[in-house]
C-alpha cells in the first residue's frame, strides 16, 4: 500500500499530486504528518509543501476544470470531512488525466461524492450567511459566534466583506478557534479568550450600551411577524434546525434591557 | 441613538403585526455589491435570515408605515372599521432602526408597505422619504421592496421605483366584480394603472443601462378564498400577468378571517394552506418548467387537485407522454417527469454525456424517484403503462401523505448556488 505524508494544508494536497506524477506513484492514502496512522507507514512517501510544485499543479487544474470545478474542489476542501482528502486526490488525479470533462461526469462516484461534499458545505454556508448574529462591542466592532460542522470561515468572510464592508466586524469559530476580523480594509485571523464568550455570543459587559435594546427590538419583530393563523413549528425547525437557535438572539427568552 | 426610542418598540410591534398577512418574503431577482463607503450587498437567490412559529421565511423587515386606513376592505384586518391599537413610523426612525437591524444580519433589507392614511399621495410620499433617507443618508445598498399605494400619483411611484428594488401593487381579489364588492374604495383601474406605469418604464430602462429602476422588477399578490374565484381564475390571471404585466413574482395567500364578522366574507374554518401551496406550486410550473396555464387547469378541471401536484396531476391525465429515456429525453421533456426538477434535469443532460445513466444514477443526482419510477424507462415494470393511471395515482397518493413536502413560498424558496468563492 502507498501512503504519503503531507501537511494537511491545501497546498500540501497539490503538492502531494506533483509528487506522484513525479514519483509515477499513487498514493492509496494520505496522512497528516501528525496523525498516529503515519507512524505506522515506516515506507511512506514524505510529500514536501512548496510554493513552484502548487503552482504547476494549479496551472494545469485550471485547464482541465472549470471555476465551478474549481471552487468545488476548494469547498470539498473546506468541509474537513473524515476521507476527503484520499477523495479529492482521487478526484484531482481523474480530471488531470482526463480530457477536461470530469466535474460533469456525475455517474462516476468519487465525482459525485465531491460534488455532494461541496453542496454540503455550500449549504451550511448558505444558512449560516442568514444566521450569523452580530452584536455591537464597546469599541463598536460587531461580533459574532459561529459553530458550523465545516470551516466556513473562508468563504463567510467573502459573503459579509462585500456586504457589511463599511463596519468594522469578526465573526469567531468555537469549533476550530479561530476568527476572521475585518477592519473596514481587510481580514486579520485572531483567537480570542474563550472566557469572554457566553451565551451564544459575548459577555454582557463587553457590549455596548443600546445593544440589549435592539436585541429585544429584533426579538419583538421576530414575535410580531407570525400568523397565529398557520403557526408551524415543525416547518420552524426544519429550516432553522434548534442547534442555531443557543446563537440567535430572536430565540432568547425575552429579558428586560434596562438591567445594565 | 438615531430617533430609536422605547416608543419605537411599541410601533414596531404594531406595524410589524400589522404587515404580516402580505406573504411576500423574497429578496431575490437582483445581485448587487457593496462599494467603498456603502453598506449592503444582495444576493441574487436571496437569503433567509430566520424562521418565525408559523415557518415562514423571515428576510425582510416587512413593516407598515402606518396602520391607520381610511379604506374599509373587508378582508384587511387593519380596515378603518376595525378598532385595534395604531401606529405610524418616522420616515427617519424607520431608516434607522433598519440600518440597525441590518448592521446586525438579522434582515436583507426592508419591505415597505402602508395603509393609506390621509390620501393615497400622502402615503407614498412618507415611503419614498424612508427610501431616500436609506439610500441618500445611510447610503444603504441592501434590498428594498416598496408597496406602491393604489392612486398615487405616477411621479411619486417612479421616484419609489429609482429607490427601490422591486415594487409592488397588490391585487388583492382576482376578480373586479368581487374588489368592488370587498373594497368598495378600490377598483382595479386604480390597481392595474401603476402597474402598468412601472411595466413601461422598466421596459425603457434594460438592466444594466442608465439609472436602475425597480431592478427586481414588480411583483403582486392575490387573496385566495376569499372570494369565489376558481383555481382557473386565478392562474390564468397570474398568466396574464406574467405575460402582459411582465410580473416577476405573483404570491397568492390563503385568506384568513380576519373580520370573521363581514358577512360579505365565507365562513372559513381554517385558512385554504392546501388550496394555496397547489396555486404556488402550479405557479412554479408555468415560471421554471414551461407549462401553459391550460394544461396545468382547463374547463373539465376548473379546480386544482387538492391531493395530488400539480404536475404528477398533469402526468397522470397524459400517459401517453411517458415512459421517457433519461439518457435521450430533452430538457424540457425531462420536466415533465413527476420528480424532476431544473437542477436535476440539468445534471442529468452533462452526466449522460459521459456515460450511459441507469436509474441507480438518477437517484444519486437528487432526482425522486419514488415519484419518477412511474414515468421513466428502464423503472422495470412498474411505469405508468403497465400499472395504468388510478393504480399509480393511489401509489403516488400514499407518497403525498407520507412526506409533507415544505411549501416552497413558506419555506425557504429557491435552491441557492454554492457561495461565490474563488482561490485567495
Given at each position: 500500500m502507498v501512503i504519503f505524508i503531507y501537511d494537511q494544508t491545501f497546498e500540501g494536497l497539490l503538492s502531494a499530486i506533483y509528487d506522484a506524477y513525479i514519483l509515477k506513484r499513487f498514493p492509496d492514502h494520505l496522512r497528516g504528518s501528525g496523525e498516529l496512522a503515519a507512524l505506522a507507514a515506516p515506507g511512506a512517501h514524505q510529500v514536501e509543501t512548496r510554493p513552484d510544485k502548487v503552482e504547476r499543479v494549479f496551472r494545469s487544474l485550471c485547464r482541465k476544470l472549470t471555476r465551478q470545478g474549481l471552487q468545488q474542489i476548494l469547498m470539498a476542501w473546506l468541509s474537513e470531512e473524515t476521507g476527503s482528502e484520499d477523495l479529492l486526490f482521487r478526484y484531482l488525479h481523474k480530471a488531470l488525466d482526463s480530457g477536461g470533462r470530469t466535474e460533469k461526469d456525475l455517474g462516476d462516484p468519487d465525482v459525485l461524492a465531491v460534488w455532494r461534499l461541496a453542496r454540503k458545505i455550500g449549504r451550511e454556508a448558505e444558512r449560516y450567511a442568514g444566521f450569523v448574529r452580530f452584536q455591537k462591542t464597546g469599541q463598536g466592532v460587531y461580533f459574532a459566534v459561529i459553530e458550523p460542522r465545516h470551516n466556513l470561515l473562508p468563504l463567510l468572510k467573502r459573503h459579509f466583506a462585500g456586504r457589511l464592508a463599511g463596519q468594522a466586524w469578526a465573526i469567531y469559530d468555537t469549533v476550530r478557534h479561530y476568527g476572521v476580523f475585518w477592519d473596514k480594509s481587510g481580514f486579520r485571523d485572531f483567537t480570542v479568550d474563550e472566557a469572554l464568550l457566553c451565551d451564544g455570543g459575548l459577555r454582557p459587559d463587553l457590549l455596548e450600551e443600546g445593544e440589549r435594546f435592539l436585541q429585544r427590538l429584533w426579538q419583538s419583530y421576530f414575535a410580531a411577524c407570525a400568523v397565529r393563523e398557520r403557526l408551524n413549528q415543525r416547518q420552524q425547525q426544519r429550516c432553522m434546525p434548534r442547534k442555531y437557535w443557543k446563537y440567535l438572539s430572536e430565540k432568547q427568552p425575552v429579558r428586560p434591557w434596562t438591567d445594565l | 441613538m438615531n430617533m430609536i426610542t422605547e416608543k419605537t418598540l411599541k410601533k414596531l410591534q404594531i406595524l410589524?403585526?400589522?404587515?404580516?398577512?402580505?406573504?411576500?418574503?423574497?429578496?431575490?431577482?437582483?445581485?448587487?455589491?457593496?462599494?467603498?463607503?456603502?453598506?449592503?450587498?444582495?444576493?441574487?437567490?436571496?437569503?433567509?435570515?430566520?424562521?418565525?412559529?408559523?415557518?415562514?421565511?423571515?428576510?425582510?423587515?416587512?413593516?407598515?408605515?402606518?396602520?391607520?386606513?381610511?379604506?374599509?376592505?373587508?378582508?384587511?384586518?387593519?380596515?378603518?372599521?376595525?378598532?385595534?391599537?395604531?401606529?405610524?413610523?418616522?420616515?427617519?426612525?424607520?431608516?434607522?432602526?433598519?440600518?440597525?437591524?441590518?448592521?446586525?444580519?438579522?434582515?436583507?433589507?426592508?419591505?415597505?408597505?402602508?395603509?393609506?392614511?390621509?390620501?393615497?399621495?400622502?402615503?407614498?410620499?412618507?415611503?419614498?422619504?424612508?427610501?431616500?433617507?436609506?439610500?441618500?443618508?445611510?447610503?444603504?445598498?441592501?434590498?428594498?421592496?416598496?408597496?406602491?399605494?393604489?392612486?398615487?400619483?405616477?411621479?411619486?411611484?417612479?421616484?419609489?421605483?429609482?429607490?427601490?428594488?422591486?415594487?409592488?401593487?397588490?391585487?388583492?381579489?382576482?376578480?373586479?366584480?368581487?374588489?368592488?364588492?370587498?373594497?368598495?374604495?378600490?377598483?382595479?383601474?386604480?390597481?392595474?394603472?401603476?402597474?402598468?406605469?412601472?411595466?413601461?418604464?422598466?421596459?425603457?430602462?434594460?438592466?444594466?443601462?442608465?439609472?436602475?429602476?425597480?431592478?427586481?422588477?414588480?411583483?403582486?399578490?392575490?387573496?385566495?378564498?376569499?372570494?369565489?374565484?376558481?383555481?382557473?381564475?386565478?392562474?390564468?390571471?397570474?398568466?396574464?400577468?406574467?405575460?402582459?404585466?411582465?410580473?416577476?413574482?405573483?404570491?397568492?395567500?390563503?385568506?384568513?378571517?380576519?373580520?370573521?364578522?363581514?358577512?360579505?366574507?365565507?365562513?372559513?374554518?381554517?385558512?385554504?394552506?392546501?388550496?394555496?401551496?397547489?396555486?404556488?406550486?402550479?405557479?412554479?410550473?408555468?415560471?421554471?418548467?414551461?407549462?401553459?396555464?391550460?394544461?396545468?387547469?382547463?374547463?373539465?378541471?376548473?379546480?386544482?387537485?387538492?391531493?395530488?401536484?400539480?404536475?404528477?396531476?398533469?402526468?397522470?391525465?397524459?400517459p401517453e407522454f411517458f415512459p421517457l429515456n433519461p439518457n435521450r429525453a430533452s430538457y424540457r421533456e425531462l420536466l415533465r417527469v413527476p420528480g424532476l426538477g431544473p437542477e436535476s434535469a440539468k445534471r442529468i443532460l452533462a452526466a449522460r454525456r459521459c456515460r450511459k445513466l441507469h436509474p441507480e444514477h438518477l437517484a444519486k443526482l437528487g432526482v425522486v424517484m419514488k415519484r419518477a419510477r412511474f414515468f421513466l424507462e428502464e423503472s422495470h415494470s412498474t411505469d405508468i403503462h403497465s400499472l395504468g393511471p388510478d393504480k399509480v395515482r393511489s401509489l403516488l397518493l400514499g407518497e403525498e401523505s407520507g412526506a409533507a413536502a415544505p411549501n416552497p413560498a413558506w419555506g425557504r424558496a429557491l435552491q441557492a448556488p454554492l457561495m461565490g468563492f474563488q482561490r485567495a
Open positions: - | 410589524g403585526a400589522s404587515a404580516k398577512y402580505d406573504v411576500s418574503c423574497a429578496s431575490s431577482g437582483v445581485r448587487r455589491e457593496g462599494w467603498p463607503g456603502s453598506l449592503g450587498s444582495v444576493s441574487s437567490w436571496g437569503v433567509c435570515h430566520s424562521f418565525a412559529d408559523d415557518g415562514r421565511c423571515i428576510s425582510l423587515l416587512k413593516v407598515l408605515l402606518s396602520n391607520y386606513c381610511r379604506y374599509d376592505c373587508a378582508y384587511c384586518l387593519n380596515r378603518a372599521g376595525n378598532d385595534l391599537p395604531r401606529a405610524v413610523f418616522n420616515p427617519e426612525e424607520l431608516a434607522g432602526l433598519t440600518m440597525e437591524f441590518y448592521r446586525r444580519n438579522y434582515i436583507e433589507g426592508l419591505f415597505l408597505s402602508s395603509g393609506v392614511y390621509r390620501s393615497p399621495d400622502d402615503t407614498m410620499e412618507g415611503i419614498v422619504r424612508t427610501l431616500r433617507l436609506l439610500r441618500g443618508k445611510y447610503r444603504f445598498t441592501g434590498y428594498i421592496h416598496a408597496k406602491c399605494i393604489p392612486g398615487a400619483s405616477p411621479e411619486l411611484v417612479l421616484q419609489a421605483g429609482s429607490l427601490a428594488d422591486r415594487l409592488s401593487v397588490n391585487v388583492e381579489i382576482p376578480s373586479a366584480v368581487n374588489l368592488k364588492k370587498l373594497a368598495p374604495d378600490k377598483d382595479h383601474q386604480s390597481i392595474y394603472a401603476p402597474m402598468r406605469l412601472i411595466r413601461d418604464k422598466l421596459a425603457e430602462s434594460p438592466a444594466g443601462r442608465g439609472p436602475a429602476f425597480a431592478p427586481a422588477g414588480q411583483s403582486t399578490q392575490l387573496i385566495i378564498g376569499a372570494s369565489n374565484e376558481n383555481d382557473q381564475d386565478v392562474l390564468r390571471l397570474s398568466s396574464l400577468l406574467y405575460q402582459r404585466a411582465g410580473l416577476k413574482r405573483v404570491y397568492y395567500s390563503g385568506f384568513i378571517p380576519v373580520n370573521a364578522y363581514d358577512s360579505r366574507l365565507p365562513a372559513l374554518s381554517e385558512p385554504p394552506l392546501r388550496r394555496e401551496r397547489r396555486l404556488y406550486q402550479a405557479d412554479w410550473l408555468m415560471r421554471f418548467y414551461h407549462f401553459q396555464v391550460g394544461e396545468i387547469v382547463d374547463d373539465p378541471h376548473p379546480q386544482l387537485d387538492l391531493d395530488l401536484d400539480p404536475k404528477s396531476a398533469w402526468a397522470l391525465r397524459h
